[in-house]
T-cell receptor, first 113, second 111 residues
C-alpha cells in the first residue's frame, strides 16, 4: 500500500454516462497527478496539480475534467467518453519539490462501451 | 525535454538468475535523476530505485541495483536472484515535475 487510494477500482460506462474517478492521499503531499495507460502504449501524463492549482494539462480532451478541491483529493470527471478512452487511469502524488518519487494509487480500470 | 528509451519489450529469466533491464536517456541537463518503477498485473506502479546524476555510487536497494554509466547515458536495472513475484512490467522515467515513462519492459520469471 502506497498511501494513495483510488475508487472505483473498476468502472464500466456507456458513452452517454457521466462518472467520476476519485483519488485520495493522506501523505502530506501537495502535488497530484492523473496518468492514462492504454494497452500497448506508454503511460501518459494527463494533468498535474500543485497546491490545488492545475499546473499542467497535457492536451487532454475536454471530456476529461479534473478537479482538486484540496491537496488530499483529486477527481477526474468523465462525460461523453469514447471507446478508445478505455484504459487504466492512475493517480499519483508527491511532495512539491521536483525530483521526489511519485506514489501511485492502484488505478481505475475503465471500460467505455 | 528528456527522452527515455527501453529497447527490450520482453525479457525471460529463470528463478534465482540475475537479469538486466536496459534504459537509455537523452538529456542536456547537467543534473538529472532517473527512477525505476515496477508495475505488476494488478496495475499499480511501485517505486523501486532512484539514481542521481551526481551520485558517486550506483544506487542499490535490496535485490535491485542500477548499472549507471553516465557517459553512455544508460541506467540499467539489475535484479539479482529473480523471484516469481518479479514478473511485471518495469518502467524507467527521468525525474521531473511529472514523469515521462518509457515503453517499459515486461519481465517474465519462470520456475
Amino acid at each position: 500500500e502506497t498511501g494513495v487510494t483510488q475508487t472505483p477500482r473498476h468502472l464500466v460506462m456507456g458513452m452517454t454516462n457521466k462518472k467520476s474517478l476519485k483519488c485520495e492521499q493522506h501523505l502530506g503531499h501537495n502535488a497530484m497527478y492523473w496518468y492514462k495507460q492504454s494497452a500497448k502504449k506508454p503511460l501518459e501524463l494527463m494533468f498535474v496539480y500543485n497546491f490545488k492549482e492545475q499546473t499542467e494539462n497535457n492536451s487532454v480532451p475536454s471530456r476529461f475534467s479534473p478537479e482538486c478541491p484540496n491537496s488530499s483529493h483529486l477527481f477526474l470527471h468523465l462525460h461523453t467518453l469514447q471507446p478508445e478512452d478505455s484504459a487504466l487511469y492512475l493517480c499519483a502524488s508527491s511532495p512539491p519539490i521536483e525530483g521526489n518519487e511519485q506514489f501511485f494509487g492502484p488505478g481505475t480500470r475503465l471500460t467505455v462501451l | 525535454a528528456q527522452k527515455i528509451t527501453q529497447t527490450q519489450p520482453g525479457m525471460f529469466v529463470q528463478e534465482k538468475e540475475a537479469v538486466t533491464l536496459d534504459c537509455t536517456y537523452d538529456t542536456s541537463d547537467p543534473s538529472y535523476g532517473l527512477f525505476w518503477y515496477k508495475q505488476p498485473s494488478s496495475g499499480e506502479m511501485i517505486f523501486l530505485i532512484y539514481q542521481g546524476s551526481y551520485d558517486q555510487q550506483n544506487a542499490t536497494e535490496g535485490r535491485y541495483s542500477l548499472n549507471f554509466q553516465k557517459a553512455r547515458k544508460s541506467a540499467n536495472l539489475v535484479i539479482s536472484a529473480s523471484q516469481l513475484g518479479d514478473s511485471a512490467m518495469y518502467f524507467c522515467a527521468p525525474v521531473g515535475t511529472a514523469l515521462i515513462f518509457g515503453k517499459g519492459t515486461t519481465l517474465s520469471v519462470s520456475s
